[in-house]
């Protein structure tokens, strides 16, 4: 008897350690990168939850460039990035044996903030690259002939990411060109929220930023490429249409093609239903969609 009754809690122990033989065992998915993504993809995880209970997506920012090496270094099963991947980062993972995917997950308008108090409506290529590109001679407002009530030094405090952000390269790429570097002197935020709070208090102040970290404390100006081109106000519409001059895809990448429950929640991102999350985030879906 106390032989049976040993062998039958030894089985008992056996099948919970296995989920009852029935219940399938949680998924993690480690996902990591970008700021300017982070939001959208916890309102990713989030929802997901509803759509298969058995997988978790953590969800952490930290820059795109810190996602890639993740990503390459095996840390992470996706990497979100706001800009593509460095032929260098390329090489990495391939030395690493890992042949980078990539997905293009929705679309951004890089928004230069400014504060209320200041009365300009548009900026160039031109004047954005004389405020902070190397050797650029813009220091003060009253160079670009604008007088900003709040700002009595006149300096022009040049708000800007650190270079690990997705962000921070494309503006480069995108504005300054591949030729110039930045100025000195900017204050490099870690986030994307945190460039719109400090222009928000500051009058003196210009930013750059994804769309979706809008708020009523900021403006936004029109942006022309050069004096030929329109200036054109950022939104998800000319986003999506390509006539805003510094739009960008929003990618995600994976070591190799995904698999499994990491190929299941992207496809599900792409989904009408994940698309409809990122477009009520502010940023605009890789197709169009009717959402509720």
Known sequence: MRRLIVLTL???????????????SRVLIQNKGSDTLVNVAQAWAEAYKEVNSQVAVAV????????????????????????????????AARANGVEPVEFVVGYDALAVYIHPN??????????????????????KWSQLQLEIPGCESDEIVRVSRQNNSGTFVYFK????????????GSRDMHGSKD?????????????YSGLAYTTPEVKMPCISKDADSPCVTPSSETAIDGSYPIARP????????????????????????????IQSKGYAPVRTVDCP
């Open 10 to 24: 030894f089985i008992s122990f056996g099948v919970a350690a296995c989920g009852g033989g029935s219940q399938r």
């Open 195 to 207: 460039v719109v709070d400090l222009v928000a208090h500051t009058p003196c102040a210009i930013g």
């Open 60 to 91: 952490s920012g930290g820059g795109s460039g810190t996602g890639i090496s993740a990503m390459i270094n095996g840390t992470v099963d996706i990497a979100n990035a706001s800009r593509k991947m460095k032929s260098q980062e390329f090489d």
């Open 250 to 277: 929003l990618l995600m990448y994976t070591r190799g093609q995904p698999e499994g429950a990491t190929k299941e929640y992207l496809d599900w991102i792409l989904s009408d239903e994940g698309q409809c999350i």
């Open 173 to 184: 790429e995108a504005v300054l060109g591949d030729t110039r570097e930045y100025k000195l």
């Open 118 to 139: 200041n009365p300009a409506e548009s900026f160039s290529f031109e004047q954005l690259t004389s405020i902070y590109g190397e050797g650029g001679v813009a220091e």
